[in-house]
Nanobody
Framework: QVQLVESGGGLVQAGGSLRVSCAASGRTFSSYAMAWFRQAPGKEREFVAGITWSGGRTDYANFVKGRFTVSRDNAKNTLYLQMNNVKPEDTAVYYC????????????????WGQGTQVTVSS
């Protein structure tokens, strides 16, 4: 299995940028497709972005397309989410998760998950 630890969250003004990271340990990081999810207070956890094992494919939720970029560095066992032009509605706890294979993104309730990092966007 793989252990995941998110970092880099914090307070940012609307229109600003922030990068959150997810450090992986345990089983080979490159064995997994990875994804970022988020959960705002009172709302369900939702998919934000995903990336396959080599970075050859990425997918984004419509509400972050053109603003967020997911990437990974397999040599550093780290997943990233670059967040640009953030909005107050991006405020949430951001989670990274590992899928069941190199190509399959994780789903809520399955896979391996970190503990989350809080991102707060002020207006």
């Amino acid at each position: 299995q793989v252990q995941l630890v998110e970092s880099g969250g914090g307070l940012v003004q609307a229109g600003g940028s922030l990068r959150v990271s997810c450090a992986a340990s345990g089983r080979t990081f490159s064995s997994y497709a990875m994804a970022w999810f988020r959960q705002a207070p009172g709302k369900e956890r939702e998919f934000v972005a995903g990336i396959t094992w080599s970075g050859g494919r990425t997918d984004y939720a419509n509400f972050v397309k053109g603003r967020f970029t997911v990437s990974r560095d397999n040599a550093k066992n780290t997943l990233y989410l670059q967040m640009n032009n953030v909005k107050p509605e991006d405020t949430a706890v951001y989670y990274c998760a590992a899928g069941a294979s190199r190509w399959e993104y994780p789903k809520v309730g399955s896979g391996y998950w970190g503990q989350g990092t809080q991102v707060t966007v002020s207006s």
